[in-house]
């Protein structure tokens, strides 16, 4: 049973950090290209930051180029989501999931930025 487990959102200030995890069990995690997710009420799921099954190659979606990091450890079946200088867009519940396979999507964890 595959599960993906995202944690570390909450209320931050514009221009702050936070930093997502992911925690995977039920897959080969190695294998897998993944990628991070972000979804507004009303608008369609899109892909934040995507990164290859050995952490070499990643990509940004444009709005966040420059801001966020995407990192992966294997050995701990876990990828994160570095989150600098946030802005009240980046406001949304962010998701892991495969970048090309898409499993269950897990609850997600909600990042709210606001003064």
């Known amino acids: 049973q595959v599960q993906l487990v995202e944690s570390g959102g909450g209320l931050v200030q514009p221009g702050g950090s936070l930093r997502l995890s992911c925690v995977t069990s039920g897959i080969i995690f190695r294998g897998y290209d993944m990628g991070w997710y972000r979804q507004v009420p009303g608008k369609q799921r899109e892909l934040v930051a995507g990164i290859s099954s050995g952490g070499g190659m990643t990509n940004y979606a444009n709005s966040v180029k420059g801001r966020f990091t995407i990192s992966r450890d294997n050995a701990k079946n876990t990828m994160y989501l570095q989150m600098n200088s946030l802005k009240s867009d980046d406001t949304a519940v962010y998701y892991c999931?495969?970048?090309?396979?898409?499993?269950?999507w897990g609850q997600g964890t909600q990042v709210t930025v606001s003064s």
């Open positions: 999931n495969g970048r090309y396979v898409n499993w269950d």
